[in-house]
């Protein structure tokens, strides 16, 4: 093993690349019954007040938010995401909330959007419990809460960059089985008098309430989609929180009183251990395969974290990578899911767990990109990368 090991993503992405290069209403028929318990009401009742709600929004900056700054800002003390024709979007990109995952969540905000020429075109969305798949562009994939300028989409779920597509179209209540396969098992309500409730051109409110496989959204204070995901390879527990603004003719997008509020308390302890990690960091140690790596390996490397973004440096000073990470403190070990860009050039997600401990913290992931460990260990051939971390 070389003497000079660059230790990436998080100082774990490339780390694990080097190492293993040797360098370092009606049902239909036949739809599965649905659960008796609370299916056919609201998750959360709406009649209680403000109480356990967070603001996630600054109403000044975008404090808390990562996204491509020619499209992104706060005008009139509301997130806008604008294209024009002299700054169009090459692709669909976002803004990607910085301060942690969300898993069982209740989110409430308002949005206005709004086509920008004759085309008519606006369509943006509220992405949940999704994956960072281009951190360099802020392209993110999963669920998203639809919206658009039109008179078909808005407060549909709808599933972006994955497989699935339209989830669930506005007013039907549906069930995905652990086939993967979707039945329209009744209505929450009727698809045009929704609509006829959406004030074009102006301000409107939705409301999104994920608990565990069960989600539910609302336009307006009125029920768009049911949704239960038993869909077990494809639907996801936790995730990013992100905003949309899609490629396409100008348009715009405002949102404005974003409140969210934990029903897991994974929300409130994520952002606590976000917070934890913030500043920079020397790589303490680092143990591959049960054997510790030389200290004159690892001595000069350091990485500094500002939101979820963090940035690798080696003794000189020079960027040797960056990337993003999301945190799920709900799970035994804390899982972290780092997204970086490997030595070949291909965007990675690495599976790993975290802990953070009185003088700094550790994670531990697999060395080729595998299925995320299940302990704090390495040994002879398991493939697995434990690094630890201590203040500078």
Partial sequence: MKRTILIKSLALASLATQLAS???????????????????KVLLDDRGSQAGFKSIFTGVDLTGWSGNPKLWSVQDGAITGQTTAKDPASGNTFLIWTNGAVSDFELRCSFLIMPGDSHGFANSGIQYRSKVLDPKNWVVGGYQADMEAGPTYTGGLYEERMSRGTMAARGEKVVWDRNCRKHVVGYVGDADAIQASIKKGGWNTYRIIAKGDHLQQFVNGQMTVDVTDNCESKRAMSGVLA???????????????????DLSGSTSSNADDLNRLQGAWRVASVEANGSPMDQADISNLSVIIHGNAYTLTNGDGDQTDKGTFSLDPSKT???????????????????????????????????NGGDRPASFTTTQDSGTILVTYKRK
């Fill in 333 to 367: 070990p804390r899982q972290m899911d780092v997204h970086h860009t490997n030595n070949y050039g291909d965007q990675e997600t690495l599976l790993a767990i975290y802990e953070i401990v009185p003088e700094g913290f550790r994670v531990c992931y697999p060395q």
């Fill in 243 to 261: 905003l949309q603004l899609h490629a396409g003719p100008p348009m715009m997008v405002q949102f404005k009183n974003l409140r969210l509020k």
């Fill in 22 to 40: 040797g360098q370092i209403v009606p049902r239909n028929p036949g739809a599965p019954e649905m659960p008796l318990q609370t299916r056919d």
